[in-house]
């Protein structure tokens, strides 16, 4: 009897505690974000984890914003001391201005190191300064080389056989004389992910580890007489709308007008979203190199989600963003809605994910996207992230660029202006 009674109160305690969670109220985490197909994810995590998760419910309140006005706004917030969400996206670019001074966003080295060894570190030291990381990216953004392979194919070029940039150049030649109202590559005026994969393999960035601006130097010339040389012998062609964001350059693209670009991973799904004419037809690769040896890849853009230190519920709101962002079910997510190339790089090698033939990254593309991330695999270096960065990136995409590609004034001058310009603005 004593046995049925114990028994009997123990079913009385656990359905009691059931109902109490049930009956809990969720913790709401307010998220900002200026990307709305962030917002989807987000959603889905947070149902996954109120399914795993009881006692802790949560309640996720999502706000989009224009990329420039949330920037602002989370700026000003934190400055003011009120007003700020709990959880929140910057991006790269703007990560740096949120490390200056008394840092108002919350370290999470709590979540961040103990799954060192199963993410690609680089993609959290780009959010972290003094030893604390602040922010954790959606993606490595490996950059690739995207070909229409249709296209190579009518002008007799092997692609897989392009192995240097000279040899990229000599392909670029045989293109146009096979297609003269066509273009073997384009470039962006505005916008820096076509020309900072090859900076980086010459050992160039935008800024140094010491945070001075890298504008004029050898490395920055050489890549940039590179790309003007091949769009003064109209090789490659400036992108419509000045990047390859722009609805001009999709339809040019789409078109079958432009047989190759050098863009991050995370580009892929840019392709399928507003390039439905090109389905089976284009093809990664890894990018050609200067010089034999060097690494073929970099880690490009992201978004560093962060916890600020106005959250209501720090501890639950960073053990939701590590859910999201290092679990194997966040990058597994990620991939399958977003198309990014998880920074938890175990998903890489699971190939009833990646080369699920439901998936519609891998019905889209003529090779799978992970072959091609599995070769560079260790090769994909970092740049260097901080306080400079934001006012040389501004400075590349407004003036040197545009100068480049669109005016004959010489490169020397334009970098060493640049160079002065970046500066000054510095200080």
Sequence with gaps: MKKVLALLLAMTLVIGCGAAFADAEPTEIEFWTFQDLHIAFYEAMAEEWNAQNPDRQIKLKSTPFPFEEMHENLGNALMAGTGAPD??????????????????????????????????????????????????????????????????????????????????????????????????????????????????ELGGDMTDAEGNATINTPEMAKVLEYNRKMVKEGLAVVAPGTYHHAPEFYAMMNEGSIASIVMPFWYIDRFTDYMPDLAGKIVSAPLPVWEAGEKRSVGQGGTGTAVTNQADDPELTKAFLGFCKLSKEGGIKL?????????????????????????????????????????????????????????????????????????????????????????????
């Design 335 to 427: 991939w399958q809605t977003l198309g990014f190339d998880p920074i938890r790089t175990e998903i890489w090698a699971m190939e009833d994910i990646t080369h699920d033939p439901e998936n519609r990254f891998v019905k889209y593309y003529a090779s799978n996207p992970f072959d091609t991330l599995l070769q560079i695999k260790d090769e994909i270096v970092a740049v260097n992230n901080n306080e400079m960065l934001p006012t040389v990136l501004d400075t590349m995409k407004s003036v040197v660029l545009q100068k480049v590609y669109e005016t004959d004034e010489s490169i020397e001058d334009i970098l060493s202006a640049a160079q002065a310009d970046a500066e000054a603005e510095a200080f």
């Design 87 to 200: 959880l929140v996206d910057i991006e790269f670019g703007k990560f740096a201005n949120f490390m200056k001074g008394d840092i108002q966003l919350l370290p999470l080295n709590d979540i961040v190191e103990p799954e060192l060894d199963n993410i690609v570190k680089a993609r959290v030291d780009i959010y972290s300064k003094d030893g604390n990381y602040y922010g954790i990216c959606f993606h490595v953004g490996a950059a690739v080389i995207y070909y229409n392979k249709e296209l190579c194919e009518s002008a007799g070029i092997d692609y897989t056989s392009i192995q240097t940039w000279d040899q990229y150049y000599e392909a670029a030649k045989t293109f146009k004389a096979a297609n003269p109202e066509k273009y073997w590559m384009s470039v962006e005026s505005s916008d820096i992910w076509h020309m900072w994969p090859q900076l980086a």
